[in-house]
């Protein structure tokens, strides 16, 4: 336990609820426990019945823990995009110490700083991204902790929701008998792992088609600039396929995943299978070059209102391109459409971790990666509270983050129970 870091993620979606265990060891990402289980009370990132939430998460956490063997108390939240604002804000404050070093005090109290911005009544702060730091009039400083100065600044990327759906959400996990560690926008976590350095540089945007929405997220100059929601995703492929081959709708999603081709140029007319008829005791017989065109025109509406949405946003330029991820990305021929409609380079991302190899698990996986390296930034990579329990174990204590002032976890930063807390406080104001 000493020398592996345990996390758990939680990547609530629209159309399925997502939980994977973590271990990490010498900065190598293990996946031990993996739960997945279909989503009954959200609807395009909003809770519509806190009831079917709870039971969902409780069927994901309940197949995670029979996975590896453990208790899981503590959840990495991932809080979808939907209604959420970018804000550029800025902070200033005076460095404190008597010999001018910059520390993880002055950091805290620089981006605390760039909070106090005018927030409307039903909104809530979420995260802030440090863009880059400025001492003394340096610019471009990625950490100036241990650097000598009087001034330091911060341009920072501050990320806000609608307190209504993130209220929600905290109170499914609540009461689905977990702990909050940390609470992170999906994009931001998923966005920063299924990018390269180059991508998130130049200018690239990251898609991930859920089963409910598609979410819209611009990288730039190594940072997250944009993000919205598209309400088209999956599903409505499976509503299609289901209305014009008049077949249950479990039976066109297994159509759409066995026999799907998003491609219509480069689908199989030879290959024929029979759909069971609503109604009548019969069953009628098409190709994968026919449910290809009906799959291929929904995506390319989705893709016509990317291409829309990137323009409202004042996206005109991509040099990275574009990076597909979520749950229909496995679908076959979807690259190649999206190369024809949207005329740019194109390619699937897919976590490369035993277990978790399909795009549905980008999110989780990211979320993962995402606190981590938070930790290693702040020093507390070493000291994260026990986030699961083996079991018929005894409760193994939190431990503390408490140290001297000259410690370098001095450095540490507001706890997730702190900012569950506070969020609470706010929204019953």
């Given at each position: 336990?000493?020398?592996?870091?345990?996390?758990v993620?939680?990547?609530?979606?629209s159309?399925?609820?997502?939980?994977?265990?973590?271990?990490?060891?010498?900065?190598?990402?293990?996946?031990?426990?993996?739960?997945?289980?279909?989503?009954?009370?959200?609807?395009?990132?909003?809770?519509?019945?806190?009831d079917?939430?709870?039971?969902?998460?409780k069927?994901?956490?309940?197949?995670?823990?029979?996975?590896a063997?453990?208790?899981?108390?503590?959840?990495?939240?991932?809080?979808?995009?939907?209604?959420?604002?970018?804000?550029?804000?800025?902070?200033?404050?005076?460095?404190?110490?008597?010999?001018?070093?910059?520390?993880?005090?002055?950091?805290?109290?620089?981006l605390?700083?760039?909070?106090?911005?005018?927030?409307?009544?039903?909104?809530?702060?979420?995260?802030?991204?440090?863009?880059?730091y400025?001492?003394?009039?340096?610019?471009?400083?990625?950490?100036?902790?241990?650097?000598?100065?009087?001034?330091?600044e911060?341009?920072?990327?501050?990320?806000t929701?609608?307190?209504?759906?993130?209220?929600?959400?905290?109170?499914?996990?609540?009461?689905?008998?977990?702990?909050?560690?940390?609470?992170y926008?999906?994009?931001?976590?998923?966005?920063?792992?299924?990018?390269?350095?180059?991508e998130?540089?130049?200018?690239?945007?990251?898609?991930?088609?859920?089963?409910?929405?598609?979410?819209?997220?611009?990288?730039?100059?190594?940072?997250?600039?944009?993000?919205?929601?598209?309400?088209?995703?999956?599903d409505?492929m499976?509503?299609?396929?289901?209305?014009?081959?008049?077949?249950?709708?479990?039976?066109?999603?297994q159509?759409?995943?066995?026999?799907?081709?998003?491609?219509?140029?480069?689908?199989?007319?030879?290959?024929?299978f029979?759909?069971?008829v609503?109604?009548?005791?019969?069953?009628?017989?098409?190709?994968?070059?026919?449910?290809?065109?009906?799959?291929?025109?929904?995506?390319?509406?989705?893709?016509?209102?990317?291409?829309?949405?990137l323009?409202?946003?004042?996206?005109?330029?991509?040099?990275?391109?574009?990076?597909?991820?979520?749950?229909?990305?496995?679908?076959?021929?979807?690259?190649?459409?999206?190369?024809?409609?949207?005329?740019?380079?194109?390619?699937?991302?897919?976590?490369?971790?035993?277990?978790?190899?399909?795009?549905?698990?980008?999110?989780?996986?990211g979320?993962?990666?995402?606190?981590?390296?938070?930790?290693?930034?702040?020093?507390?990579?070493?000291?994260?509270?026990?986030?699961?329990?083996?079991?018929?174990?005894?409760?193994?204590k939190?431990?503390?983050?408490?140290?001297?002032?000259?410690?370098?976890?001095?450095?540490?930063?507001?706890?997730?129970?702190?900012?569950?807390?506070?969020i609470?406080?706010?929204?019953?104001?």
């Amino acid at each position: 336990m000493n020398s592996s870091e345990l996390y758990v993620s939680l990547d609530i979606g629209s159309s399925s609820i997502k939980v994977i265990i973590g271990e990490i060891n010498e900065q190598i990402v293990h996946i031990i426990g993996v739960g997945n289980a279909k989503s009954t009370g959200i609807r395009k990132g909003a809770i519509v019945d806190i009831d079917a939430t709870v039971q969902s998460i409780k069927k994901a956490v309940a197949e995670a823990e029979r996975m590896a063997g453990m208790e899981i108390q503590e959840v990495v939240l991932g809080i979808p995009a939907s209604q959420a604002s970018i804000h550029q804000v800025k902070g200033v404050v005076a460095v404190q110490s008597d010999d001018k070093e910059v520390t993880g005090k002055d950091l805290e109290r620089v981006l605390d700083s760039a909070k106090v911005m005018s927030i409307p009544p039903e909104r809530e702060y979420l995260n802030i991204i440090p863009v880059q730091y400025i001492l003394d009039g340096v610019e471009e400083i990625h950490d100036p902790r241990g650097m000598i100065g009087t001034r330091l600044e911060v341009d920072a990327n501050m990320i806000t929701t609608s307190k209504t759906i993130l209220h929600n959400l905290l109170r499914c996990v609540e009461r689905a008998g977990l702990h909050i560690r940390e609470i992170y926008l999906q994009p931001l976590a998923a966005g920063h792992f299924a990018l390269t350095e180059d991508e998130k540089n130049h200018g690239t945007t990251f898609i991930d088609i859920g089963g409910g929405a598609t979410t819209i997220s611009v990288f730039r100059n190594g940072h997250l600039t944009h993000s919205a929601v598209v309400p088209v995703g999956g599903d409505h492929m499976t509503k299609d396929l289901s209305i014009v081959l008049k077949t249950p709708t479990e039976h066109a999603e297994q159509i759409k995943r066995q026999y799907g081709h998003a491609f219509y140029d480069d689908a199989s007319e030879d290959e024929l299978f029979e759909v069971p008829v609503i109604g009548a005791d019969m069953k009628e017989q098409y190709s994968q070059k026919y449910i290809s065109e009906i799959i291929g025109v929904r995506l390319e509406e989705l893709f016509e209102m990317v291409m829309e949405e990137l323009f409202r946003l004042g996206v005109r330029d991509l040099p990275g391109g574009i990076v597909l991820s979520g749950g229909v990305a496995k679908l076959e021929g979807l690259a190649q459409l999206a190369r024809h409609v949207l005329q740019t380079r194109v390619r699937i991302y897919t976590p490369d971790y035993i277990g978790v190899r399909e795009p549905q698990f980008s999110t989780a996986v990211g979320l993962i990666q995402y606190i981590y390296k938070e930790d290693l930034y702040y020093g507390l990579a070493n000291s994260t509270p026990s986030v699961i329990l083996a079991r018929d174990e005894a409760p193994l204590k939190q431990k503390s983050k408490t140290t001297t002032a000259s410690d370098s976890s001095d450095e540490s930063k507001e706890s997730g129970l702190s900012k569950l807390k506070r969020i609470f406080d706010r929204f019953l104001e």
